[in-house]
């Protein structure tokens, strides 16, 4: 039995009760860790609000890793209140609408540039800020794509960034290793959360998967997180630097 009462973490990502990070809260929150949950933005707040109550979180605070200082406040603020945290869950990612159903080679600099900031560079300027209040170690883990690996059709910008940010898990994993900060990607298959729905023929990729996939079913945001509450247990205290599927075999398929 994995239980995870006394620890300590942050999710970025909660949009509504369908998405990955809802799902990896709800998990950790059963199993008895301390949540931080973060919104957008004050529009965002009505619909995270009441999601935070309900899963008893301690922390409910405002965070666009886009602004300059929001990122920086969320854990000065845990440095304020708990001292010291366990893990962080990073699941943000963005990108201008028009450039992801575009081809990548009409992708302009300005729009790429600033899907990378979001999607990516958050993780790595969280992983920085994280490892001041994890003197014990911890873990950060951040969400993937099978377009990170291989060409999906319709990913289109979002595969070289998720590429890049798998890349970043390696090297974190390899810097932070000393401190006993484990860090790991996990690649969901595709999922009916809202963000997916931006995705261009996102119903198709859905079928897809669960035509081809070996166990012809989709992975569902509560199997992502238990796989978190996995890699923040003490249960996988030798693991680090992975990326780990959760989408039903489907990587497995040509």
């Known amino acids: 039995m994995i239980d995870l009462t006394g620890k300590r973490g942050v999710i970025f990502g909660i949009a509504n009760n369908k998405s990955i990070a809802y799902g990896c809260a709800e998990v950790l929150s059963g199993l008895g860790a301390e949540l931080c949950i973060t919104y957008l ?17 301690t922390l409910v605070l405002p965070c666009d890793v886009a602004t300059e200082g929001e990122l920086e406040q969320i854990f000065e603020r845990l440095k304020q209140e708990w001292g010291q945290i366990d893990f962080v869950i990073h699941s943000i ?11 990548l080679v009409d992708s302009s600099s300005e729009g790429f540039c600033k899907a990378m ?3 990516c560079h958050s993780f790595i300027r969280m992983a ?53 900060i484990r860090v790991h990607s996990l690649s969901p298959g595709p999922m009916p959360t809202r963000a997916a729905g931006g995705i261009d023929s996102f119903d198709e990729l859905m079928g897809d998967a ?20 996995f890699l923040i247990s003490e249960h ?19």
Do not use: C, F
């Not at 933005?41 to 979180?57: C, E, F, I, S, T």
């Not at 990612?93 to 081809?103: N, T, Y």
């Not at 800020?129 to 319709?154: C, F, I, K, N, W």
């Open 236 to 254: 996988s205290s030798a693991l680090t630097g992975n990326r780990i599927y959760v989408d039903a075999g489907h990587h497995l398929m040509a």
């Open 117 to 119: 900031d979001i999607s």
């Open 128 to 180: 920085r800020h994280a490892r001041e209040l994890m003197p014990q170690g911890g873990s950060l883990l951040t969400m993937s794509y099978h377009g990170a690996e291989r060409v999906v059709d319709h990913y289109n910008l979002m595969g070289p960034i998720k590429a890049a940010l798998e890349s970043s898990v390696r090297y974190l994993a390899a810097e932070l290793g000393p401190e006993q």
């Open 210 to 229: 669960i035509e081809r996939s070996p166990l012809h079913r989709l992975g569902s945001p509560s199997d992502v997180g238990k796989l978190a509450a």
């Open 41 to 57: 933005n004050d529009k965002a707040r009505p619909y995270v609000a009441p999601l935070a109550d309900q899963l008893g979180a």
């Open 93 to 103: 990612a963005w990108s201008p609408l028009d450039e992801l159903h575009g081809k």
